[in-house]
């Protein structure tokens, strides 16, 4: 973290709780999904990856499904001028069952089924069922929520070196400091840099005791230079101008 805030737009609580999936936990998600049936499944996968708000999911449309291209077309909520749709890429394995589990294209076809919603669910029933398969998954917290798959769509991104005006325009941001809170959470680049510090610190030779190093080199040669100077004066020679010093 990076002198992070606790504000509206911090990834994380006042007692330092995350407001997202980290990785072990999206894959824990995803295993979960495979548990639902495909309705369930297809809803949780979506908002997963696209990082879209529980609302845009649910307005989604089989018009809003480009299969050719791999993108949704999500109308952006949340923003003072209306209408604004952003285009965000989905897995192929995500598009091949929403295609399978709708028919797609057979609704494209179609001018009334095209603009019919994939989900007629309302929003508390899909919220439920996000926080069933958080239950079934053992994610507990303030992450177990839709916000939380939002949050962690995020951090992936720029964990994954995504450009940040690209993670802004699919989350549908109006400005970038809102996406750059993501920047914030500690990636794999940093741990290494962090892993190298450490690994620096143990390879340092361990700290000499008190008295050691210098100070016992003086001790030595003051030692020494009142021998030699014992030494000249049973001889009979001068006294050693070092041993004057060192009295």
Same mark, same amino acid.
């Given at each position: 973290?990076?002198?992070?805030?606790?504000?509206?737009?911090?990834?994380?609580?006042?007692?330092?709780?995350?407001?997202?999936?980290?990785?072990?936990?999206?894959?824990?998600? #995803?295993?979960?999904?495979?548990?639902?049936?495909?309705?369930?499944?297809? !809803?949780?996968?979506?908002?997963?990856?696209?990082?879209?708000?529980?609302?845009?999911?649910?307005?989604?449309?089989?018009?809003?499904?480009?299969?050719?291209?791999?993108?949704?077309?999500?109308?952006?909520?949340?923003? =003072?001028?209306?209408?604004?749709? =952003?285009?965000?890429?989905?897995?192929?394995?995500?598009?091949?069952?929403?295609?399978?589990?709708?028919?797609?294209? =057979?609704?494209?076809?179609?001018?009334?089924?095209?603009?019919?919603?994939?989900?007629?669910?309302?929003?508390?029933?899909?919220?439920?069922?996000?926080?069933?398969?958080?239950?079934?998954?053992? #994610?507990?917290?303030?992450?177990?929520?839709?916000?939380?798959?939002?949050?962690?769509?995020?951090?992936?991104? !720029?964990?994954?070196?995504?450009?940040?005006?690209?993670?802004?325009?699919?989350?549908?941001?109006?400005?970038?400091?809102?996406?750059?809170?993501?920047?914030?959470?500690?990636?794999?680049?940093?741990?290494?840099?962090?892993?190298?510090?450490?690994?620096?610190?143990?390879?340092?030779?361990?700290?000499?005791?008190?008295?050691?190093?210098?100070?016992?080199?003086?001790?030595?040669?003051?030692?020494?230079?009142?021998?030699?100077?014992?030494?000249?004066?049973?001889?009979?020679?001068?006294?050693?101008?070092?041993?004057?010093? #060192?009295?």
């Amino acid at each position: 973290m990076q002198g992070q805030s606790y504000s509206r737009l911090s990834l994380f609580e006042l007692s330092g709780h995350r407001k997202y999936l980290n990785a072990v936990e999206r894959q824990c998600f #995803i295993r979960a999904t495979a548990r639902q049936r495909a309705a369930v499944r297809l !809803f949780c996968l979506t908002l997963l990856w696209s990082g879209a708000r529980i609302s845009e999911v649910l307005a989604l449309t089989p018009a809003a499904i480009d299969i050719e291209s791999g993108v949704a077309s999500i109308t952006t909520l949340k923003r =003072r001028k209306r209408g604004v749709v =952003r285009q965000v890429p989905l897995p192929p394995d995500v598009l091949r069952g929403l295609q399978r589990h709708f028919r797609l294209r =057979r609704s494209q076809r179609d001018g009334r089924r095209a603009t019919r919603r994939l989900w007629r669910w309302s929003r508390t029933t899909a919220w439920r069922h996000v926080k069933q398969v958080m239950a079934a998954a053992g #994610i507990t917290g303030k992450a177990a929520m839709p916000k939380g798959l939002r949050h962690g769509f995020g951090v992936k991104a !720029f964990q994954s070196n995504v450009p940040p005006h690209l993670v802004q325009r699919w989350l549908g941001h109006a400005s970038l400091k809102t996406t750059a809170i993501y920047g914030d959470v500690i990636g794999p680049e940093e741990r290494a840099f962090a892993a190298r510090m450490w690994k620096t610190q143990a390879e340092q030779p361990r700290a000499r005791r008190w008295g050691s190093g210098a100070t016992n080199d003086r001790r030595k040669r003051r030692r020494r230079f009142r021998a030699e100077a014992q030494a000249k004066r049973r001889t009979g020679r001068t006294t050693c101008p070092a041993d004057l010093l #060192i009295r």
